[in-house]
């Protein structure tokens, strides 16, 4: 498969007549300049920080998705446990994929040795497995955790036992990972930053000609098919998206906010609902990942409606139903939640734990907005 990572980023007083009054503003006038130079200092100082982080982010990046070096790692006989929250998600079906691919094929793992279970969207399952895994003593653990939030304990379960962790796609609170740091535990998350790819479906409607306002009476009427609300990424693209508009100085009107759990058929219902309430007063349609949208658009096309003429519709995940139908015209966009770097970077995470190196607590990997202009060009690589 071909892989792609892609990386990231913002009044001198006038006169008076008296000689007092002229040598009081003056010298309020030289503070006032004296304070702009300042905060203009400041400001490009940190524009210069802010590059500079994005720089040395960019760099971690490519270094961390950089084939490894694999000497020193016994590929013959290291335990890989992999859970993942649930396997008919189809976005994370990629992600999986990927994964065990990258270990075995490009690694060289003992595929026998890289054992994935399904987590069934079941917490108690999961940590059950957790707990299998520890008992067949895994060296080392890769986890997209059902519930985030459970992260406290799976990653105290896991130090007991000696075994370091790898989160995937769901992102412990900041509180956790700062624990991994302040406390020295084998911890890392690797993701990308649900708030970019929220920011990126706001700016795929601002980008349109109307900027969403398709029947021009000055604000945007949508709705939100959201995932898990308890998710991070879900709170984070529901709240950017809009937030997008917002900052753009774009009214809107919130017709209704409804949880989807990442479900297609689900994403199917809810939009049809909205449609039969609302009708033509909903403008665009939010969904906080493909497989929602994918249902969403069924129920556009069942109602009559149009993407792009009478309606807009953006997700997030690039699975390649939704990429396909941005080329063919039927989908105004969506955000590729790059797998392929992610799962890479997962597994080379892990071989940094084997090998004893030191490993940040947080690893970001970069959206990428899909639109008209580039879909065949995503289309080509997820393939």
Do not use: H
């Not at 500079?52 to 961390?64: G, I, R, V, Y």
């Not at 209704?256 to 039969?276: E, F, H, N, Y």
């Not at 970069?366 to 995503?378: C, G, W």
């Amino acid at each position: 498969m071909k892989r792609k990572v892609l990386a990231s980023l913002l009044c001198v007083a006038m006169g008076v007549t008296m000689i007092g009054s002229t040598a009081v503003f003056a010298e309020d006038a030289a503070e006032e300049t004296t304070d702009e130079a300042a905060t203009e200092e400041n400001a490009e100082a940190e524009d210069a920080d802010a590059e500079e982080a994005a720089d040395d982010t960019a760099e971690a990046a490519s270094d961390l998705l950089a084939k490894p070096d694999m000497e020193g790692v016994d590929v013959d006989n290291a335990k890989i446990g992999i859970s993942i929250y649930q396997f008919t998600d189809n976005f994370m079906t990629l992600y999986r994929t990927e994964l065990v691919r990258y270990l075995t094929e490009d690694l060289g793992f003992n595929p026998d040795n890289v054992i994935v279970q399904d987590g069934k969207n079941d917490q108690a399952e999961q940590t059950n497995q957790i707990n299998n895994f520890i008992t067949d003593q895994v060296d080392v653990m890769i986890l997209n955790l059902v519930q985030s939030s459970s992260a406290p304990q799976v990653t105290d379960m896991c130090n007991e036992a000696g075994i370091p962790v790898v989160y995937i796609n769901r992102q412990p609170d900041e509180t956790e990972s700062d624990r991994w740091a302040s406390d020295g535990l084998k911890a890392t998350y690797i993701g990308a930053d649900a708030r970019q790819s929220g920011t990126f479906q706001g700016e795929e409607i601002l980008e349109t000609e109307n900027k969403g306002d398709i029947n021009g009476d000055g604000k945007v009427s949508y709705i939100m098919v959201q995932g898990d609300p308890e998710n991070i990424d879900a709170q984070y693209r529901t709240e950017y998206s809009i937030k997008a508009l917002t900052d753009a100085g774009v009214e809107v009107d919130e017709l209704l906010l409804q949880r989807g759990d990442w479900d297609q058929a689900k994403g199917q219902q809810i939009v049809q609902d909205a449609l039969t309430q609302y009708g033509d007063d909903v403008e665009v349609v939010f969904c906080n990942n493909d497989a929602m949208a994918l249902g969403a658009l069924q129920a556009i096309q069942a109602a009559g409606r149009t993407v792009g003429k009478d309606i807009y519709l953006v997700g997030v995940d690039a699975l390649t139903d939704a990429v396909q139908n941005i080329v063919d015209g039927n989908f105004t966009g969506t955000v590729f939640n790059d797998y392929f770097s992610q799962a890479q970077g997962a597994a080379n995470l892990a071989v940094k734990f084997l090998k004893g190196e030191e490993v940040d607590p947080v690893n970001m990997v970069d959206y990428v907005k899909v639109t008209a202009d580039n879909a065949q060009e995503i289309l080509d690589k997820i393939k």
